[in-house]
């Protein structure tokens, strides 16, 4: 006799999760191979996400999407390990309509996810491992220190000039701002007000503050820079005019592995030193470098790039020979290019630069 079995079993389906990643919650979409499920919201918790779909679709293969943002990739990392073939997307890259564009809302993007991963329309970003986004967050907290030192500096400088104190001569050269002697006769200034003379004391300790804990950072990232992880790829990288010690962890850190990029132009694209181009039928127009690209990346090789013009020949040469045809700003991009092709040539072939003059 035949038993009636209430057991469902969707062994061999695959069910898409696409979800807008918000602080106290999550915007849900899931679809099957040819239906709409569900969208709703749920507490920003994957196993909560991994019990409804093992609950709702037992045996299934799941695949799940969510744009990169604030939230880093925990969520990502968690999803795998609960068997959730999971991707972070960049939300520039995600396919959207007219309609989305100006209807935005968390259930729409959720759906628009979730189509998107279904369709096949989704590239997923590289997912650093966990320990190279330790050391990551390490090399980006001294570059927001230095920036907030910055402020701090200017802050005093505007001070002073509100109160039309001028600098001593020996402190005239730029050489002499902010060495001990400057930070001594600021902190001797005999001012009218007390609340005058606590407001630069205030700045002061800020200023003593943001450089010892820049000093302190600096020191733990020399320390790193030892390390097997990062020590023969530092010296290769230093190799090149220009870059430094924190600029090399710079680049190790936020790219982890030069095998990501297949050629030259993939690198430049990602790091934004390629043009924006706008064509349309026989007209096409060659714009400034795109938006679109890693901030801090082509911050630092942009500095490293007009070091290296002035101390390698060959890209001295070549800044010189760009500035004939072009502004200088424009020139010193094309030479940032350069720099990211010695870059790679070094971490590819595990050899250090040489500089050599142009025949």
């Not at 920036?147 to 001070?159: P, W």
Request: proline letters at 4%.
């Amino acid at each position: 006799m035949q038993t009636q079995s209430n057991k469902i079993d969707f062994n061999g389906q695959n069910i898409y999760v696409g979800f807008d990643v918000h602080l106290k919650s999550w915007m849900v979409t899931i679809l099957t191979e040819k239906l709409t499920h569900k969208t709703f919201s749920q507490p920003p918790k994957p196993e909560a996400l991994h019990h409804y779909l093992v609950k709702t679709f037992p045996g299934g293969t799941y695949y799940s999407a969510y744009e990169a943002g604030f939230c880093g990739y925990w969520i990502h990392n968690r999803l795998v390990e609960l068997g959730i073939n999971s991707i972070v997307v960049n939300p520039a890259d995600i396919p959207t309509t007219g309609k989305e564009k100006v209807m935005k809302t968390d259930p729409r993007d959720s759906v628009k996810i979730a189509r998107s991963l279904r369709n096949g329309d989704l590239k997923p970003i590289f997912v650093p491992s966990s320990s190279i986004l330790e050391d990551r967050g390490l090399v980006r907290m001294r570059a927001t220190l230095v920036k907030d030192l910055a402020r701090y500096k200017n802050r005093i400088k505007s001070f002073l000039y509100f109160h039309g104190i001028e600098y001593p001569d020996v402190f005239n050269k730029s050489q002499g701002h902010w060495s001990n002697r400057f930070v001594k006769w600021m902190e001797d200034l005999e001012l009218k007000d007390l609340t005058a003379k606590a407001t630069l004391s205030t700045l002061l300790e800020q200023i003593s503050s943001l450089r010892g804990a820049v000093l302190k950072i600096t020191k733990q990232l020399r320390e790193l820079a030892k390390t097997d992880r990062y020590k023969e790829q530092e010296m290769l990288l230093r190799s090149i005019p220009g870059v430094g010690l924190i600029t090399a962890l710079t680049i190790l850190t936020e790219i982890e592995t030069i095998d990501r990029f297949a050629n030259i132009d993939q690198l430049c694209g990602f790091i934004g030193l390629i043009p924006s181009t706008n064509s349309s039928g026989e007209k096409v127009v060659d714009g400034d470098i795109t938006p679109r690209g890693h901030s801090t990346l082509r911050t630092v090789i942009i500095e490293s790039a007009w070091t290296a013009a002035r101390h390698d020949p060959a890209l001295n040469k070549s800044y010189h020979d760009y500035c004939r045809r072009m502004e200088p700003n424009k020139a010193i991009v094309r030479i940032a290019r350069k720099v990211c092709s010695r870059i790679r040539f070094v971490l590819k072939n595990n050899q250090p630069y040489v500089c050599s003059a142009v025949k």
